[in-house]
């Protein structure tokens, strides 16, 4: 807490500074009435102070929070206490790591005596430290914003000065997207990596039998085999969903478009577009509450084998409807860009509205609709909530719709939900997962734009 | 040429009238209105979906704002030795209360009333009613008071509607004493074993901090490289890369961000466990690339004469943006924004991945401590197998549509309101 304690008052010192500098400024805009005497108005000035006192602080603070626990653990290990430690660098570890947490507060109760004893040093070295840090940070801003105010002057190109610091600003900022995904697939490769070399990716990418453990069977089986995951990811999101999701989202399309009038279309739009508002967890509720016990009983009445309450249909289809505003406005705007012209001239040849409609604008549209399904599976098949809560955990490989099969997504919940071990290939396998629904959610997404887009060339 | 002019001759024109041709038209027209009725049966379809939904969840929702009550008599001035009114009032009030032994005293009436086995009708917690009634009006003490406790959860449950037989002989029983009052302690609890103390407080507090720290780092970064992309990007392969990266990360599965964060803020940067920081700098990455794509649009939306207005007297291009460009384009941005935070607010998967769906019976107190949010707290109630939680959790997703609707309407309005068509 006391960090951000520190940082809101160096942001305060940053406003007061800001003050200062505004009003020196000021004084001497005042005094040089003479036109281009100060080149920059009174506010840059005021900027440029407050930068000199709020930057040097702050990237201080970056490095000192980075550097300051490995001095801390110095610090603590000079202490008497340390001496009793084990030499084994594991359990020294441990015990450090339970003495910091307590220390600071996040942990009440040691496990180990010794990292108790330990607790004392690292709670003295922890606020020597961060006391140091606060000091020095505080002068810095004291320091670095007189030598800003100082160096104020009529002349200084405090404009110029401020808009570069913005354009590095806004440069960073636009980084982030790019950094995200770099983190996104380093991340996922370095622990997918480790996954790998514990099992081979052969036996993960066609292995049948999913029954994940932590240590290899009598036989080397691992139970990794993922296939039965990707048959139940495609089963639900590429099939059933979609079975749902492309008729009723295409019918609306279409009506919305072409047959309904313009105030049944500005009402029944938003209320479909709602579909997609609503949170994937109340529809996973939904699904496993009154879905799948009326698709269950329905089953058993008619007499189908294997039917349970967690079964491949109640998620699919519930799903599907979720997809359902998506691929309606994907096929809005396919069978917009369809030039007027090829309808028009459809409909004066005599041809009715449907037959305009199957004939001309859809067999145009398709690639635009392809591009706009393939948006929607990607969607689907990354979707989470509904599968976990509706779909089940067995891994079955089983083109019944109304047994319980499970997803890529479900498996990622299920394994980084139990044990927390960071190593264990159990954990380690939801990042190789991961990973596999990255890339094909990706190529499915590079796929979908490249057709959307060689298909509005085509007509533009 | 003798024979086609033959061919013109033998020519008929085309009988419109003829049986065959009524008959074909009849069939096309048909086709034409069975289109028409699919298209329209779809929408219905859909749309019906959507009502059924809604009519599930607040038909069960509904009761879990209200609890089945049963008076109790309590003889306040026998039972604690003449405690007076003043003891209760002021700061000294919550300490000589702890003092007094609530909970013995309504075990005591409780038993007086409804015979050795009476404590088993009441919830565990529904003391703690007694307390707060004490705190607020303490002239109570005084005298002989009869106060309405919520009933144990399974008699609740075959009150509202239909339970297991035990219950539902109880209620029999007890029928004529039995009322309903609102349930208070579900806005201002947090989650609980007992489904008649859960409340929703604890977890809405969690969502309130964490968009907090989202909508914090989100919006900043996401205008500014709106503003950076639209207005100063150079056209070349760098730009592209970045363009590209947004584009994607908006169509990555959520729960490859929880992955992300789990990954990087917990396991490398060693942040902890169940913290709303930890979870609204998750969001956050997730929420950007929907601030960045709407805030370009509404960037792009303004009109170049503005900027060549601005340039022309005189304005830095840095001043052009910031004092004339992004100001037009707020209203546009904020949209999005709102959106974008909506969306965060339902999601659920990337936050069980940063545990986020431990067990938190008190409010969180700061952005480190653990939390839960909203939607993670609908997802663990769902999973409870007792009954009484099953109105708890369609409760919780009405506060949750509530909060939802309430953003819509707002970035609507705000479109309607503020966006400028040039």
């Given at each position: 807490?006391t960090?951000?304690i520190?940082?809101?008052?160096?942001?305060?010192?940053?406003?007061?500074?800001?003050?200062?500098g505004?009003?020196?400024?000021?004084?001497?805009?005042?005094?040089?009435?003479?036109r281009?005497?100060?080149h920059?108005?009174?506010?840059y000035?005021?900027?440029?102070?407050?930068?000199w006192a709020i930057?040097?602080a702050?990237?201080?603070l970056?490095?000192?929070n980075?550097?300051?626990?490995?001095?801390?653990?110095?610090?603590?290990?000079?202490s008497?206490?340390?001496?009793?430690?084990?030499?084994?660098?594991?359990?020294?570890?441990a015990i450090?790591?339970?003495?910091?947490?307590?220390a600071?507060g996040?942990?009440?109760?040691?496990f180990?005596?010794?990292?108790?004893?330990?607790?004392e040093?690292?709670r003295t070295?922890?606020?020597?430290?961060?006391?140091?840090g606060?000091?020095?940070?505080?002068?810095?801003?004291?320091?670095?914003?007189?030598?800003?105010?100082?160096?104020?002057?009529?002349e200084?190109?405090?404009?110029?000065k401020?808009?570069?610091?913005t354009?590095?600003?806004?440069?960073?900022?636009s980084l982030?997207?790019?950094?995200t995904?770099?983190g996104?697939f380093?991340?996922?490769?370095?622990?997918?990596?480790?996954?790998f070399?514990?099992?081979?990716?052969?036996?993960?990418?066609?292995?049948?039998?999913?029954n994940?453990k932590?240590?290899?069977?009598?036989?080397?089986?691992?139970g990794f085999?993922?296939?039965p995951?990707?048959?139940?990811?495609?089963?639900?999101g590429?099939?059933?969903?979609?079975?749902?999701?492309?008729?009723?989202g295409?019918?609306?399309?279409?009506y919305?478009?072409q047959?309904?009038p313009?105030?049944?279309?500005?009402?029944?739009?938003?209320?479909?577009?709602?579909?997609?508002g609503v949170?994937?967890?109340?529809?996973?509720?939904?699904?496993?509450l009154t879905?799948a016990p009326?698709l269950?009983d329905?089953?058993?009445?008619?007499?189908?084998?294997?039917?349970s309450?967690?079964?491949?249909l109640?998620?699919?289809?519930?799903?599907?409807?979720?997809i359902?505003?998506?691929?309606s406005?994907?096929?809005?705007?396919?069978?917009?860009a369809?030039?007027?012209?090829m309808r028009?001239?459809?409909?004066?040849?005599?041809?009715?509205?449907?037959?305009t409609?199957?004939?001309?604008?859809?067999?145009?549209?398709?690639?635009?609709?392809?591009?706009?399904?393939?948006?929607?599976?990607?969607?689907a098949?990354?979707?989470?909530?509904?599968v976990?809560?509706?779909?089940?955990?067995?891994a079955?490989?089983?083109?019944?719709p109304?047994?319980?099969?499970?997803t890529?997504t479900?498996?990622?919940?299920k394994?980084?939900?139990g044990d927390?071990?960071?190593d264990?290939?159990?954990?380690l396998?939801?990042f190789?997962?991961?990973?596999?629904?990255?890339?094909?959610t990706?190529?499915?997404?590079?796929?979908?734009?490249?057709?959307?887009?060689k298909y509005?060339?085509?007509?533009e | 040429?003798?024979?086609?002019?033959?061919f013109v001759e033998?020519?008929n024109?085309t009988d419109?009238?003829?049986?065959?041709?009524?008959?074909?038209?009849?069939?096309?027209?048909a086709?034409?209105?069975r289109?028409?009725?699919?298209?329209i049966?779809a929408i219905?379809?859909?749309?019906?979906?959507?009502?059924f939904?809604m009519i599930?969840m607040?038909?069960n929702?509904?009761?879990g704002?209200?609890?089945?009550?049963?008076?109790?008599?309590?003889?306040?001035?026998?039972m604690?030795?003449g405690?007076?009114?003043?003891?209760f009032?002021?700061a000294?009030?919550?300490?000589n209360l702890?003092?007094?032994?609530?909970q013995?005293?309504?075990?005591?009436?409780?038993?007086?009333?409804?015979?050795e086995?009476g404590s088993?009708?009441?919830s565990a917690?529904?003391?703690?009613?007694?307390?707060q009634?004490?705190?607020?009006?303490?002239?109570?003490?005084?005298t002989?008071?009869?106060?309405?406790l919520p009933?144990?959860?399974?008699?609740?449950?075959a009150?509202?509607?239909?339970?297991?037989e035990?219950?539902?002989?109880?209620v029999?029983?007890?029928?004529?004493?039995?009322?309903t009052?609102f349930?208070?302690?579900?806005?201002?609890?947090?989650?609980?074993?007992?489904p008649?103390?859960?409340g929703?407080?604890?977890a809405?507090?969690?969502?309130?901090?964490?968009?907090?720290i989202?909508?914090?780092?989100a919006?900043?970064?996401?205008?500014l490289?709106?503003?950076y992309l639209?207005?100063y990007?150079?056209k070349?392969?760098?730009t592209?890369?970045?363009?590209?990266s947004?584009?994607n990360l908006?169509?990555?599965?959520?729960?490859?961000?929880?992955l992300l964060?789990?990954a990087?803020?917990?396991?490398?940067?060693?942040?902890?466990r169940?913290?709303?920081?930890?979870?609204?700098l998750?969001?956050?990455?997730?929420?950007m690339?929907?601030?960045?794509?709407?805030?370009r649009n509404?960037?792009?939306?303004?009109?170049?004469?503005i900027r060549?207005?601005?340039?022309g007297?005189?304005?830095?291009?840095?001043?052009?943006v910031?004092?004339h460009?992004?100001?037009?384009?707020?209203p546009?941005?904020?949209?999005?924004?709102?959106?974008?935070?909506?969306?965060?607010?339902?999601?659920?998967?990337p936050?069980?991945?940063i545990?986020m769906?431990?067990?938190?019976a008190?409010?969180?107190?700061?952005?480190?401590?653990?939390?839960?949010v909203?939607?993670?707290?609908?997802?663990?109630?769902?999973?409870?197998?007792?009954r009484g939680f099953?109105?708890?959790?369609?409760?919780?997703i009405?506060v949750?549509?509530?909060?939802?609707?309430?953003m819509?309407a707002?970035a609507?309005?705000?479109r309607?309101?503020?966006e400028?068509?040039w």
């Amino acid at each position: 807490m006391t960090g951000s304690i520190l940082f809101m008052l160096i942001i305060v010192l940053g406003g007061i500074a800001w003050f200062f500098g505004r009003v020196k400024a000021s004084r001497f805009s005042a005094d040089n009435k003479k036109r281009g005497a100060v080149h920059s108005l009174p506010n840059y000035h005021g900027w440029y102070v407050a930068l000199w006192a709020i930057g040097p602080a702050l990237l201080f603070l970056m490095i000192w929070n980075m550097a300051s626990p490995a001095l801390i653990t110095d610090a603590a290990l000079t202490s008497p206490a340390a001496e009793q430690l084990p030499q084994d660098p594991f359990a020294r570890g441990a015990i450090l790591a339970e003495a910091r947490s307590i220390a600071s507060g996040q942990q009440v109760q040691a496990f180990n005596p010794l990292s108790q004893s330990m607790v004392e040093p690292y709670r003295t070295a922890i606020s020597y430290y961060r006391t140091l840090g606060m000091v020095a940070a505080l002068l810095l801003v004291f320091a670095c914003g007189a030598f800003g105010w100082l160096k104020l002057k009529p002349e200084l190109r405090a404009r110029t000065k401020i808009e570069r610091v913005t354009m590095l600003l806004l440069l960073f900022a636009s980084l982030i997207a790019t950094i995200t995904t770099i983190g996104i697939f380093v991340s996922l490769i370095f622990e997918s990596a480790r996954f790998f070399s514990m099992v081979s990716p052969i036996d993960f990418l066609f292995g049948t039998e999913w029954n994940p453990k932590a240590v290899a069977g009598p036989r080397g089986e691992t139970g990794f085999g993922a296939i039965p995951l990707f048959w139940g990811t495609v089963f639900i999101g590429a099939i059933i969903a979609m079975i749902v999701a492309i008729p009723l989202g295409l019918m609306s399309a279409i009506y919305l478009t072409q047959y309904a009038p313009p105030n049944f279309r500005a009402w029944m739009k938003p209320i479909l577009e709602v579909l997609a508002g609503v949170p994937t967890v109340v529809y996973g509720y939904f699904a496993a509450l009154t879905v799948a016990p009326a698709l269950r009983d329905f089953a058993v009445s008619i007499g189908i084998s294997g039917a349970s309450s967690e079964s491949a249909l109640a998620a699919g289809v519930v799903m599907g409807i979720m997809i359902i505003p998506f691929v309606s406005s994907m096929a809005d705007d396919s069978i917009a860009a369809v030039p007027s012209a090829m309808r028009d001239g459809s409909l004066a040849m005599g041809a009715t509205k449907s037959e305009t409609i199957k004939k001309v604008l859809i067999p145009a549209a398709l690639p635009g609709v392809v591009g706009g399904v393939l948006l929607a599976v990607s969607r689907a098949i990354g979707e989470t909530m509904i599968v976990v809560m509706a779909a089940g955990l067995a891994a079955n490989m089983t083109a019944n719709p109304f047994s319980s099969v499970t997803t890529v997504t479900t498996q990622i919940v299920k394994l980084l939900t139990g044990d927390q071990e960071f190593d264990s290939p159990k954990t380690l396998a939801a990042f190789a997962l991961g990973l596999v629904l990255f890339i094909v959610t990706l190529l499915l997404n590079l796929i979908a734009l490249r057709v959307v887009k060689k298909y509005r060339e085509a007509y533009e | 040429m003798n024979s086609s002019a033959a061919f013109v001759e033998e020519r008929n024109p085309t009988d419109w009238q003829s049986d065959a041709m009524q008959q074909r038209i009849r069939k096309r027209y048909a086709a034409e209105r069975r289109f028409k009725a699919l298209g329209i049966s779809a929408i219905i379809l859909s749309a019906g979906f959507l009502a059924f939904l809604m009519i599930v969840m607040v038909g069960n929702g509904l009761r879990g704002f209200t609890q089945t009550e049963l008076p109790v008599e309590i003889d306040f001035p026998a039972m604690t030795g003449g405690a007076t009114a003043d003891q209760f009032r002021g700061a000294n009030g919550p300490a000589n209360l702890r003092t007094l032994g609530v909970q013995d005293i309504v075990n005591t009436s409780v038993q007086i009333q409804y015979g050795e086995e009476g404590s088993e009708l009441f919830s565990a917690g529904g003391w703690q009613a007694v307390n707060q009634e004490i705190l607020k009006n303490p002239q109570i003490v005084e005298t002989k008071t009869t106060l309405y406790l919520p009933v144990e959860s399974e008699i609740d449950v075959a009150f509202k509607g239909s339970g297991s037989e035990t219950a539902e002989n109880k209620v029999a029983e007890l029928k004529d004493r039995l009322s309903t009052g609102f349930n208070w302690n579900f806005l201002t609890n947090s989650d609980a074993t007992d489904p008649m103390q859960v409340g929703i407080w604890g977890a809405l507090k969690g969502s309130l901090i964490t968009m907090f720290i989202t909508l914090l780092i989100a919006f900043p970064i996401g205008v500014l490289s709106a503003l950076y992309l639209e207005e100063y990007a150079p056209k070349n392969r760098f730009t592209d890369l970045i363009e590209v990266s947004i584009n994607n990360l908006a169509a990555v599965p959520s729960i490859i961000f929880g992955l992300l964060g789990l990954a990087v803020f917990l396991n490398l940067f060693g942040l902890p466990r169940s913290a709303a920081l930890v979870g609204g700098l998750t969001l956050a990455l997730m929420t950007m690339p929907v601030i960045v794509i709407s805030g370009r649009n509404a960037v792009k939306a303004v009109p170049p004469s503005i900027r060549e207005a601005a340039l022309g007297i005189g304005a830095s291009q840095m001043q052009v943006v910031f004092h004339h460009v992004l100001p037009l384009a707020l209203p546009g941005i904020l949209t999005g924004t709102i959106i974008g935070m909506a969306r965060a607010l339902g999601e659920t998967a990337p936050l069980l991945m940063i545990g986020m769906r431990a067990f938190i019976a008190t409010p969180p107190g700061g952005i480190v401590e653990p939390a839960t949010v909203l939607p993670v707290q609908i997802f663990l109630w769902s999973d409870e197998v007792n009954r009484g939680f099953v109105e708890k959790t369609s409760a919780a997703i009405i506060v949750l549509l509530l909060f939802l609707l309430t953003m819509n309407a707002l970035a609507i309005y705000l479109r309607n309101r503020f966006e400028t068509r040039w």
